[in-house]
């Protein structure tokens, strides 16, 4: 037997002012994404939907083609030579012949050309081999649309958030796809998307609103009522028509219990909508509250800027509220600025400097002005900014943030890197000669995906809105596509 297994793997920000081209789509490291057996080595053994596939394929004696593994931090939309170069590989692969293809893909890619970029990638595949077997591993943030379900034959998706499911994900759908190889089932699936634009920070299957929903679709599928059952929170930064929160339910055979347990799933989340809002606390307020906390470490986590929705990475608000404060014994980053990382390098460990960091990207669609930090203070330490995951997402990736440098003023030491990347590891500051666990605050651009790695060593997480393409005051978006009525934009949206 012959598997196709591939990554494209991207969740788009239309209001991001960062285009995504070909060399991004290596999460972090330079050249852009890997291939053959480069991508073997760099997914196999890690927590990641293709390393599941991966070992499906080897259990089964099936040869797996890995003709790409295509993974880029959110930002703005992909560029169509990005997103024809990564659906061409996949698709040549196909055509060359195979059993089947095993999919890790997003869920909220939207291009130059297509809102849909998972939907039109499939829609392609089908077209090409029109009987081929096609199993979908989603992030849990996925638009879920009429194109992916058309077009696909099992579709999964993450289970929690930050996502440390990921790998048990590929292997529920591969898992039921190999049984339907195997003629034991016949995959029928059953989904629906509600008009609800819900905030990111309270989505996470963790708590409620959505714990209860989430393990209700657990058990459903641990229970033999279905072959699975996936919820997604969806991507709400992206003005498109798809956007909301979904149901897929994959049945054997029985269209109607697929659709009886959409039902029941998005009727409980529908009647919860009002609790899916988050209510923001101004900026100056929440560091406020973080400096009367006594013991920390406490986590700062600056949810408006944050790289894992399409954040900058250089907005340096809370930073300078942080020193305006004058808030004891910080580490704060990373910082995208490859300006003052090439300062930093080019004066040496131990050289004495004002430099200005941040704040070079203008936000256009919200009508935000990049606004540099101008800071004094002691280049620290200098890396290449490579390290291996150790936290329970993504485990065993080693990840690349470029180049990076910590320079130390009188109460904060700044990590400053050359690429993007949302902070979900400690190793994004033990690299670079930073340990977290020693400091009173942690400042980080996170919105959720930090807890992965932080919050085990938290003794208190401050939410922080400061400013950003990733607000979660909707209202400062020109939002322009989204279908509607869509709730909360249109509160007195009755209807499911």
Request: with cysteine; proline share 6%; charged share 25%.
């Amino acid at each position: 037997m012959r598997f196709v297994i591939a990554v494209m793997r991207h969740e788009t920000n239309t209001f991001s002012p960062l285009p995504t081209v070909l060399e991004d789509f290596g999460r972090g490291m330079s050249g852009g994404p890997s291939t053959g057996a480069e991508a073997v080595r760099a997914m196999a053994g890690t927590n990641n939907p293709i390393a599941a596939f991966l070992d499906i394929a080897r259990a089964r004696g099936a040869e797996a083609v890995v003709p790409i593994a295509a993974n880029a931090s959110p930002s703005g939309k992909v560029t169509d030579d990005a997103f024809e170069a990564i659906a061409g590989r996949i698709l040549a692969a196909i055509g060359d012949g195979c059993d089947a293809a095993l999919l890790d893909l997003h869920g909220a890619m939207v291009t130059e050309s297509f809102d849909d970029g998972e939907g039109e990638l499939l829609r392609r595949i089908r077209e090409l081999a029109p009987g081929l077997p096609v199993a979908v591993a989603l992030d849990f943030h996925t638009n879920l649309t009429a194109a992916m379900m058309d077009n696909a034959d099992v579709i999964t998706g993450y289970r929690t958030y930050p996502h440390v499911d990921m790998y048990e994900t590929g292997e529920r759908a591969g898992r039921t796809l190999m049984r339907m190889l195997d003629g034991e089932v016949r995959p029928v699936m059953a989904w629906k998307s509600l008009p609800m634009l819900t905030h990111m920070l309270r989505q996470t299957p963790s708590t409620q609103p959505m714990k209860d929903i989430m393990d209700r679709a657990i058990a459903a599928e641990a229970g033999g009522e279905v072959l699975n059952a996936s919820l997604f929170g969806g991507f709400p930064l992206a003005d498109i028509p798809h956007v909301g929160l979904s149901a897929v339910v994959v049945s054997d055979g029985d269209a109607h219990a697929a659709e009886d347990l959409r039902d029941e799933l998005l009727r409980t989340a529908w009647t919860r909508r009002a609790d899916f809002v988050f209510p923001l606390e101004p900026m100056a307020d929440s560091i406020a509250r973080a400096a009367a906390m006594t013991e920390g470490p406490v986590v700062l986590a600056d949810h408006g800027d944050n790289t894992g929705a399409g954040g900058n990475q250089d907005v340096m608000a809370v930073l300078a509220e942080v020193m305006r404060q004058d808030l004891p014994d910080v580490a704060a980053g990373p910082f995208w600025d490859p300006e003052a990382v090439a300062r930093m390098h080019a004066a040496g460990v131990g050289a004495e400097l004002t430099l200005s960091i941040g704040g070079r990207t203008d936000m256009p669609a919200l009508g935000l002005k990049g606004e540099p930090l101008q800071v004094t203070g002691r280049v620290k330490t200098l890396s290449d900014g490579r390290f291996t995951v150790t936290g329970p997402m993504m485990t065993g990736m080693e990840l690349g943030i470029g180049r990076t440098a910590v320079l130390e003023t009188a109460h904060v030491e700044i990590l400053v890197s050359e690429r993007r990347m949302e902070p979900f590891d400690l190793g994004i500051f033990t690299h670079a000669g930073i340990d977290p666990r020693s400091k009173r605050y942690i400042l980080i651009k996170s919105r959720q995906h930090f807890r992965a790695g932080f919050e085990p060593i938290a003794k208190e997480i401050v939410l922080v809105a400061g400013p950003g393409v990733c607000s979660s005051d909707y209202d400062l978006f020109p939002f322009r596509n989204l279908r509607r009525p869509i709730y909360p934009l249109d509160e007195d949206l009755q209807a499911m």
